[in-house]
């Protein structure tokens, strides 16, 4: 299946090459980072395919298409970053694969695969948690930040506070009671008729409208701990819908006088979300005394967040970083770099044992 002579390219052996694998829900990540003896790890590759085109004519993933599509995306992705990378793999020293959270299915698909790898090469395995993928994301940009800092970690599944005091040192300060960010914004959006998923052309149509027009709850800002609550925002976005007589109408198709209102509406719901997570952000540094705050997840692609956070942090000298936006959202690379940061630290657990032991709920703060 793979060409397995031992490549030129990896003549250097005092680096490392991990393989990284993502197939936790909607899009299957591939990549390969050099980890060398001293120093950064190196993205040298990635390739990712995106589900969102097959899930959106059902306003949703359906997890059985998801994990048929990884079988399908998974070994041409791989042979992708390999011939993009110039390596084979028989130069890969260790397969990391997306041990959880996320679909049984899917992440059973990923798993499985980089186990058949590690047996048929004879290289060791290392199932890494999907948040602590995105919680080190930073790490790749032109800005990487520094231990100890706050964490913000808004994605589709999980909106949370954690303070991080390097590799494997995760401290939870707060999370959602009920929907996360991402869920926040994915189901207002389709409340509003907009395509699956709802964050971005929630975000796109936001730009449109004035985010003073409705008056929209912000749940637990005031609740004297670091938690969240989505869920009371998309239900009072419903009723404005209902009282306009717009719920479920596709947001795409509407007259332009509708379309402002829905673009107000959409402008409304970015900021309360927006306002909530910086708060309790600022909070959380507060309460830390720490000077450096992380944004990962796929929220933190969101444009309103990274310009109100950037300004309300350089009036307090706070610095705050956020991975490349193309690795934002679920990707390979942040994959394969939480496994390096893992080894380095001397914090990673490599089996030799091709298990099938995925997570499919696994607390980060946990590890
Ligand atoms: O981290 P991620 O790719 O997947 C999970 O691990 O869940 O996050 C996906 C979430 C979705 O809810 C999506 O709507 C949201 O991130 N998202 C955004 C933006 N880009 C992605 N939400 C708001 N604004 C965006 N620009
Ligand atoms: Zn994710």
Same mark, same amino acid.
């Given at each position: 299946?793979?060409?397995?002579?031992?490549?030129?390219?990896?003549?250097?052996?005092?680096?490392?090459?991990?393989?990284?694998?993502?197939?936790?829900?909607?899009?299957?990540?591939?990549?390969?980072?050099?980890? #060398?003896? %001293?120093?950064?790890?190196? =993205? @040298?590759?990635?390739?990712? /395919?995106? !589900?969102?085109?097959?899930?959106?004519?059902? *306003?949703?993933?359906?997890?059985?298409?998801?994990?048929?599509?990884?079988?399908?995306?998974?070994?041409?992705?791989?042979?992708?970053?390999?011939?993009?990378?110039?390596?084979?793999?028989?130069?890969?020293?260790?397969?990391?694969?997306?041990?959880?959270?996320?679909?049984?299915?899917?992440?059973?698909?990923?798993?499985?695969?980089?186990?058949?790898?590690?047996?048929?090469?004879?290289?060791?395995?290392?199932?890494?948690?999907?948040?602590?993928?995105?919680?080190?994301?930073?790490?790749?940009?032109?800005?990487? #930040?520094? %231990?100890?800092?706050?964490? =913000? @970690?808004?994605?589709?599944? /999980?909106? !949370?506070?954690?303070?991080?005091?390097?590799? *494997?040192?995760?401290?939870?300060?707060?999370?959602?009671?009920?929907?996360?960010?991402?869920?926040?914004?994915?189901?207002s959006?389709k409340l509003m008729g907009?395509?699956?998923?709802?964050?971005?052309?929630?975000?796109?149509?936001?730009?449109?409208?004035?985010?003073?027009?409705f008056?929209?709850?912000?749940?637990?800002?005031?609740?004297?701990?670091?938690?969240?609550?989505?869920?009371?925002?998309k239900t009072a976005v419903r009723t404005h819908l209902v009282r306009q007589g717009l719920l479920d109408q596709?947001a795409?198709?509407?007259?332009?006088?509708t379309?402002?209102l829905l673009?107000?509406l959409a402008?409304?719901t970015?900021?309360?979300?927006?306002?909530?997570?910086?708060?309790?952000?600022?909070?959380?540094?507060?309460?830390?005394?720490?000077?450096?705050?992380?944004?990962?997840?796929?929220?933190?692609?969101?444009?309103?967040?990274?310009?109100?956070?950037?300004?309300?942090?350089?009036?307090?000298?706070?610095?705050?970083?956020?991975?490349?936006?193309?690795?934002?959202?679920?990707?390979?690379?942040?994959?394969?770099?939480?496994?390096?940061?893992?080894?380095?630290?001397?914090?990673?657990?490599?089996?030799?044992?091709?298990?099938?032991?995925?997570?499919?709920?696994?607390?980060?703060?946990?590890?």
């Amino acid at each position: 299946m793979f060409e397995t002579a031992q490549s030129p390219a990896n003549g250097a052996a005092c680096e490392r090459l991990i393989l990284g694998v993502e197939s936790s829900c909607d899009e299957t990540g591939l990549a390969l980072i050099a980890l #060398p003896k %001293f120093g950064a790890p190196r =993205l @040298l590759s990635h390739a990712l /395919h995106s !589900q969102i085109d097959m899930h959106q004519a059902y *306003g949703g993933v359906v997890p059985e298409l998801a994990s048929r599509d990884h079988i399908r995306r998974v070994v041409p992705l791989a042979r992708q970053v390999l011939s993009e990378s110039g390596r084979l793999m028989s130069d890969v020293d260790v397969i990391a694969y997306t041990r959880g959270p996320g679909l049984a299915g899917a992440l059973l698909v990923g798993a499985g695969v980089a186990c058949a790898l590690g047996a048929a090469l004879g290289k060791p395995l290392l199932g890494v948690h999907h948040l602590e993928g995105h919680l080190l994301s930073p790490f790749l940009s032109e800005d990487p #930040p520094e %231990f100890p800092f706050v964490a =913000l @970690l808004v994605s589709g599944g /999980h909106t !949370q506070l954690m303070r991080v005091d390097g590799v *494997g040192r995760y401290e939870l300060l707060g999370e959602t009671v009920d929907d996360a960010a991402g869920e926040a914004f994915d189901k207002s959006a389709k409340l509003m008729g907009l395509p699956y998923p709802g964050g971005p052309h929630l975000a796109k149509l936001a730009m449109q409208g004035r985010p003073d027009v409705f008056d929209l709850p912000r749940p637990m800002l005031h609740s004297g701990n670091l938690d969240f609550s989505f869920a009371g925002l998309k239900t009072a976005v419903r009723t404005h819908l209902v009282r306009q007589g717009l719920l479920d109408q596709p947001a795409l198709l509407v007259e332009q006088s509708t379309q402002a209102l829905l673009a107000d509406l959409a402008a409304a719901t970015q900021a309360a979300i927006v306002e909530v997570l910086i708060k309790k952000s600022l909070a959380a540094l507060k309460v830390t005394g720490l000077k450096r705050v992380v944004v990962a997840g796929g929220v933190g692609a969101n444009k309103l967040l990274r310009e109100q956070l950037d300004q309300a942090c350089a009036r307090r000298g706070i610095r705050v970083h956020y991975p490349e936006l193309h690795l934002c959202t679920d990707n390979g690379a942040m994959i394969a770099l939480a496994a390096a940061m893992r080894i380095q630290a001397g914090r990673a657990t490599l089996s030799m044992e091709p298990t099938f032991d995925v997570k499919p709920r696994w607390d980060l703060s946990t590890l």
